[in-house]
């Protein structure tokens, strides 16, 4: 059985989150591109402009012998504000909505786990539901290759990225 697999998460600006998980051990490559649209092969000016309804997306391989599905979700929902809809911070809009696009019926039903888990712990803390989407993993379209890797191109570039601040109970995805 393989252990290489690819998992796609939107969670705003896309260039924040892919450094989030290009650092992450198990992680063999990231790619940012677009998903959940109307169109094909969109240009980001077509995403920014809201007409396509694609999300900015990163699309993250992993060698799941090294880092499970479990261990990215739980980066996923603790590097964005999940509860804010189609907006992260001062990004405001359909592409930087929050989704999980999921391509196999382990990794639906783990996202739809962690993200039980997660809301149990945020309405604890007085926070809104979950808007995440999680659906079925549609085409993905690569994004221009300025914004591959943007981050290392432009260490000090906009991460972007608004958090909750809570901590995900990992140990409660364990059980």
Same mark, same amino acid.
């Given at each position: 059985? !393989? #252990?290489?697999?690819? =998992?796609?998460?939107?969670? $705003? ?12 051990? $198990?992680? #063999? ?7 959940? $649209?109307? #169109? ?10 809201? !007409?396509?309804?694609? =999300? ?27 509860? #804010? ?30 993200? *039980?888990?997660?809301? $149990?712990?945020?309405?604890? @803390?007085?926070? *809104? ?6 659906? @079925?993993?549609?085409?993905?379209? &690569? ?15 906009? &991460? ?6 809570? =901590? ?8």
């Amino acid at each position: 059985m !393989s #252990t290489h697999h690819t =998992a796609y998460f939107a969670t $705003g600006c896309f260039w924040g989150a892919e450094r989030r998980f290009w650092q992450m051990d $198990g992680v #063999t490559q990231t790619r940012v591109g677009y998903m959940g $649209g109307r #169109t094909s092969n969109p240009t980001y000016k077509e995403v920014c402009s809201g !007409s396509t309804n694609h =999300a900015e997306v990163v699309k993250v391989e992993f060698d799941s012998s090294q880092i499970s599905f479990e261990d990215l979700l739980v980066a996923f929902w603790q590097m964005h504000d999940p509860t #804010t809809l189609n907006r992260q911070g001062n990004d405001i809009g359909t592409q930087y909505r929050s989704a999980i696009f999921f391509t196999s019926d382990e990794q639906e039903s783990a996202a739809v786990r962690s993200k *039980d888990i997660y809301q $149990g712990e945020l309405t604890k @803390q007085g926070f *809104d539901q979950i808007t995440t989407e999680i659906t @079925q993993a549609p085409d993905y379209w &690569d994004a221009e290759e300025y914004h591959q890797r943007y981050l290392e191109k432009n260490p000090n570039g906009y &991460d972007c990225h608004a958090t909750t601040g809570i =901590a995900f109970p990992s140990t409660l995805l364990q059980n």
